[in-house]
């Protein structure tokens, strides 16, 4: 027996005394090499491109951000008309970055819920508390402002007149022989943020269900002093009016 055969064949026999696998003839590994390069040889283009596919893999993990951190708000789940009262169902959460969070905007659904919208939404329109009957529809109107709820002696004129709409509200009195005098412009260039024509139910700041000709407007101090009880005064009856009109009034200080 040549005497390299004999020192393997002697390895192999003491391996499986150990437990040990017996050790693989050079040859054996040889063939696995080869095999290799064969099927690289081969399939050259096949390995190039999923060498491609792992360098991209690698590359695109390495560029992307990590996730935003975005924070839950509501929008309406379809589109909404003003006057409407909300139900959990007309509202969907939706998810936006930090920075283009606005300011009032509802993250709580159960809280929005039975509240009254002052004006339409679209679908998908995130919900604040501007667009909601209450004190937030005085959300960036002048210091001092006051929501002013007044009766109009025409109940049918509301459907003329909408939330975000400029009016001038006045005032006709009737003198002691029923004859009617000079009207007066209480308030100028008022904008109007709810009207019972728009389907108005009661909300936070009437505490009766009697809103048929009611509007609600923003008005400055001045303008809420001499509103207040005028309907006692004689009949309330509102003009639409136009920015430029408002910007008139401005100047001269109505």
């Known amino acids: 027996m040549p005497a390299a055969l004999f020192r393997t064949s002697l390895k192999n026999a003491t391996s499986r005394r150990s437990g040990r696998r017996p050790l693989a003839p050079p040859a054996a590994g040889r063939r ?16 190039a491109a999923l060498l491609l596919c792992l360098a991209a893999g690698i590359t695109v993990h390495q560029l992307t951000p990590p996730p935003a951190y975005t924070m839950t708000v509501f929008a309406a789940a379809r589109d909404l008309p003003a006057g409407s009262s909300l139900a959990v169902q007309d509202l969907q959460e939706t998810h936006i970055p930090p920075d283009l969070m606005a300011d ?26 501007a667009q909601l009957l209450g004190p937030g529809l005085l959300a960036g109107t002048p210091p001092g402002s006051a929501a002013v709820p007044l009766r109009m002696a025409d109940p049918s004129s509301i459907q003329l007149v909408s939330p975000g709409q400029l009016v001038n509200v006045v005032l006709t009195r009737a003198n002691t022989h029923d004859q009617q005098s000079p009207s007066e412009i209480l308030a100028s260039a008022v904008p109007v943020l709810w009207t019972s024509g728009q389907g108005g139910k009661t909300g936070q700041w009437l505490g009766t269900g009697e809103t048929d ?42």
């Open 32 to 47: 696995r090499r080869q095999r290799l390069a064969g099927w690289l040889g081969r399939n050259r283009r096949l390995a």
């Open 104 to 129: 009032g905007a509802v993250r709580n659904g159960s809280e929005a819920a039975g509240k009254q919208l002052a004006a339409p939404l679209r679908k998908g329109q995130l919900v604040t508390d």
């Open 213 to 254: 000709g009611l509007i609600v407007v923003a008005a400055s101090p001045g303008q809420a002093a001499r509103l207040a009880g005028a309907s006692t005064q004689g009949k309330l009856f509102f003009v639409l009016v136009g920015p430029q009109t408002a910007e008139a009034a401005g100047r001269s200080g109505g």
